[in-house]
């Protein structure tokens, strides 16, 4: 596989606080590659840059080989999509107006949608399950069900590269591993490269195929889960005892907490 994205002696934060320190690291084109660390490790940060929300202060990214701070900015967004973790929508659009801003990087300017418009978020809805929902308004869904559709907007974008920050956070465990099978199934599907940001150890281990641990703001390991997912990692960057055994079912690494009492006794 091809390198899609490459992070060169990444170093940067926001105004006088510098986040991440001499970052290096390669995407592989197809991969559903996963970004694990404390709270204040830099994963969010790291999205930001890759995605060219923030302007790094030494170090460079490259996409596909070039530079990012060479693409235009409509042409980065027809190329790469990010959902945040959180997306403040201050009005009532209803779930097929949300999907089809998603096509507003592909529109000329004072240009309107076209039929093949209109297509590409039918079929972005289809592929995330909510075209049933295409006429509720965005204020009166579930969780899941926004969060969803905000994945829906960004695959209406036809990106080749997908940022996630966090999308299963504030979700129950069901909607927790909805959510991943249908980006996973988009990854194997559709050949869109997933970079995620995730807290939960046990679900990065299970879907991601390949991870980078941060640990303030330096990448403290990276590799596939079987390499990454250590006890001797986890202990040493969370600060906490766990015991870490394969899943029976996937054979993944399995992470279990060892409570205080547990550790007295």
Known sequence: ??????????????????????????????????IIGPNGSGKSTLLRFMSRALFPESGKILFQG?????????????????????????????????????????????????????????????????????????????????????????????????????PTSHLDIGHQVQILNLLKDLNKKQRITVVIVLHDLNLASEYCDKMILLHQG????????????????????YKTLVLVNKNPVSSKPFVMLVSAKKNEN
Do not use: W
């Open 218 to 237: 330096r990448i403290y390991s990276c590799g596939e889960p079987e390499k990454l997912i250590t006890y001797q990692n986890l202990e040493a960057v």
């Open 1 to 34: 596989m091809s390198v899609i994205m490459k992070a060169e002696h990444l170093s940067g934060g926001y105004e006088k606080e510098t986040v991440l320190k001499e970052v290096d690291l390669e995407i592989e084109e197809g991969e559903f590659f996963g």
């Open 66 to 166: 070039k530079n990012i701070l060479g693409f235009k900015r409509r042409e980065l967004s027809r190329k790469i999509a990010f959902v945040p973790q959180e997306t403040a929508i201050n009005f009532s659009f209803t779930v097929f107006e949300i999907v089809l801003m998603g096509r507003i990087p592909h529109l000329g300017r004072l240009q309107t949608e076209t039929r093949d418009d209109f297509q590409i978020a039918e079929k972005a809805l289809f592929m995330t399950d909510t075209s049933h929902l295409k006429d509720k308004k965005i204020d009166e869904l579930s969780s899941g069900e926004r969060q969803r559709v905000l994945i829906a907007k960004a695959l209406a974008q036809e990106p080749e590269l997908l940022f996630l920050d966090e």
